[in-house]
């Protein structure tokens, strides 16, 4: 009867933490697109920015705008911080990630 009993639990504790490493597996690919998003785009808007000569004022590039519009208002830092996470997207596993 006891044993019977540890048998179950390990198979229980063998099956949460398949469970927890399908979570984190999936959670690796979704961070892991972000980041390959994000420097797609970073290197999207450096490539332009060397081609328009470092003006900002000839970019088309979405974050060129973003930099357009608060270098008036002086929050160009959080500006693109929030461009770049908006790229990240939020992660569907953890919503309230305490991290970021």
Do not use: C
């Given at each position: 009867?006891?044993?019977?009993?540890?048998?179950?639990?390990?198979?229980?504790?063998?099956?949460?933490?398949?469970?927890?490493?399908?979570?984190?597996?999936?959670?690796?690919?979704?961070?892991?697109?972000?980041?390959?998003?994000?420097?797609?785009?970073?290197?999207?808007?450096?490539?332009?920015?060397?081609?328009?000569?470092?003006?900002?004022?000839?970019?088309?590039?979405?974050?060129?705008?973003?930099?357009?519009?608060?270098?008036?208002?002086?929050?160009?830092?959080?500006?693109?911080?929030?461009?770049?996470?908006?790229?990240?997207?939020?992660?569907?596993?953890?919503?309230?990630d305490p991290t970021t």
């Amino acid at each position: 009867m006891g044993t019977d009993s540890k048998h179950q639990d390990r198979a229980r504790r063998r099956e949460e933490r398949a469970a927890r490493r399908a979570v984190r597996q999936e959670e690796r690919v979704h961070r892991r697109q972000g980041l390959r998003a994000v420097m797609e785009q970073h290197r999207t808007f450096m490539d332009e920015f060397k081609a328009s000569g470092s003006r900002i004022k000839k970019m088309d590039h979405p974050l060129a705008e973003v930099i357009r519009t608060n270098q008036r208002n002086g929050h160009v830092v959080e500006a693109i911080r929030k461009y770049f996470k908006g790229l990240m997207g939020a992660n569907p596993a953890r919503p309230e990630d305490p991290t970021t």
